[in-house]
């Protein structure tokens, strides 16, 4: 319509807000036609070593390859409708020397899908970077905090120290396993290769010979750089793709309980960590005062919807019946797209988040201070058997203690365990007060936290490598 903007109409998210430029054009229509295209040209580039096809036929060819005219094959389409045999005509009519030599033996799947394998492999290599990126972040962030102690919630209830440092490192572990499993699924990645329309490659055979069909696919996956599956049905196997988007939606879940803790924790009644936020953001329309973890909560938001994406690819793969059927395609268009576009988005905002983290020491001092000491009764009880105690007597005394000072607390007042434990004549019999101060110090209480951590980090730059800016 005249004079309609192009946000008149729907428009995905993940065309303008979210995700990377990069990510945006790996996925793009016309990225993807131009890699159709380039297969194209390749399978007409082998097939002149077979004299089906002439050099000034691949000239023509070659000069228009990059020439996508998107308008011109969905008009085509319009007609047709079926759209890879929309761009062959449309790059056949730029070439009318060498169009007639297009697509000699193959089926759109040996377009199709060697396309999306190269696609997935330009997809990981964008996610398994800013992955690395994150990581090092994260490695720096443990380092720094590796020693800093801080109190350890299980089941959201404050419980004994730990370090931040650990905490992070808690992450990070998670983290590198994705990254691991990523590198797995790179390194595995398969098109169909060059087999026609359920597989077997006889229209190849027709052309050049079935005793060349094997160094005719060996050609094919050099000059694409692509290994190829030895067999499939029309399609490339959809296993690969629930593989894919299962390491994908790993990722997602860690990327979730990173955000999902920091929530958390930047909440106020914990509020020692923040995500960055602008000099100039605004938290709430309605409440000026609002500072909302956005970042964390898109993560979160976003993960959800990657997270029940292996579901649909799990149905791809189980009900493609026989040779193939197409009820996988549509989806497909934005199934693969999608889960890479947030996968980046996810990542770009975490990196985001761990690079501007803000620790509030004050608030990390303040929770030690209210709860760190219950933790401590447990190092008070075994210094008390040792000493010779009955430990069932001092259990029962500390639990005591230690209600009260519940109750204390939930009054609003400060924590009063370690005073009045170091009253309690009965204690003091078996531990002085020195040396209950000494088994109440919480930076001795967090047992490995800091030298597991720093091990993790150290782990995390030898496998990453250099830091990526």
């Known amino acids: 319509m005249e004079g309609m903007s192009e946000f008149d109409q729907y428009r995905s998210p993940y065309s303008w807000r979210y995700a990377s430029e990069e990510m945006r054009r790996i996925w793009s229509e016309a990225g993807k036609r131009r890699l ?143 990254s691991r499993a990523l590198a797995e699924i790179d390194t595995n990645l398969r098109g169909k290769g060059f087999k026609g329309a359920v597989g077997t490659g006889a229209s190849y055979a027709e052309l050049i010979g079935a005793d060349r069909l094997d160094e005719f696919e060996a050609r094919m996956s050099a000059r694409l750089e692509l290994n190829f599956f030895p067999v499939s049905g029309q399609t490339y196997p959809r296993k690969q793709d629930y593989r894919l988007l299962c390491a994908l939606a790993g990722l997602g879940a860690s990327l979730h309980k990173f955000a999902f803790d920091l929530r958390q924790l930047q909440s106020a009644p914990i509020g020692e960590w923040s995500e960055p936020f602008g000099e100039k953001q605004v938290g709430s329309s309605a409440m000026p005062f609002k500072r909302n973890p956005i970042n964390a909560e898109k993560i979160d938001s976003l993960a959800r919807a990657l997270a029940v994406m292996p579901q649909v690819a799990w149905g791809n793969a189980a009900n493609s019946l026989l040779e193939r059927t197409l009820d996988d395609s549509a989806n497909r268009r934005s199934l693969l797209p999608e889960a890479f576009l947030i996968t980046d988005e996810l990542l770009v905002s975490a990196r985001r988040i761990a690079r501007g983290l803000r620790v509030d020491a004050a608030a990390v001092q303040r929770n030690l201070r209210a709860y760190a000491p219950f933790a401590c009764t447990e190092r008070i009880l075994m210094a008390l058997a040792r000493a010779g105690a009955d430990r069932n007597a001092m259990h029962e005394r500390l639990r005591l203690h230690a209600q009260a000072a519940w109750r204390a607390l939930q009054e609003g007042q400060e924590n009063p365990l370690i005073a009045s434990i170091e009253d309690d004549e009965a204690i003091l019999r078996y531990l002085s007060a020195g040396e209950i101060d000494r088994l109440t110090d919480v930076s001795k209480y967090t047992g490995l936290a800091e030298a597991r951590a720093r091990e993790l980090a150290a782990a995390i730059r030898l496998e990453m490598g250099p830091e990526i800016e």
Do not use: K
């Not at 009519?93 to 899908?113: K, V």
């Open 36 to 178: 159709w295209r380039s297969i194209w040209l390749a399978l007409a580039e082998v097939q002149a070593g077979y004299g089906l096809v002439r050099e000034d036929q691949l000239e023509e060819l070659r000069r228009n390859v990059q020439r996508v005219d998107v308008q011109r094959a969905l008009e085509i389409e319009a007609q047709i409708h079926h759209d890879l045999m929309a761009e062959l005509r449309a790059y056949a009519e730029q070439c009318p020397l060498g169009g007639g030599a297009l697509h000699l033996g193959a089926t759109s799947a040996d377009i199709e899908d060697n396309a999306d394998a190269l696609r997935i492999r330009q997809a990981l290599a964008v996610i398994r970077r800013d992955l690395s990126a994150l990581l090092l972040t994260l490695a720096g962030q443990i380092e720094e905090h590796a020693a800093l102690p801080v109190i350890g919630f299980t089941h959201l209830q404050p419980a004994e120290p730990t370090t931040l440092g650990y905490r992070l490192a808690v992450y990070a572990q998670d983290l590198l396993e994705d």
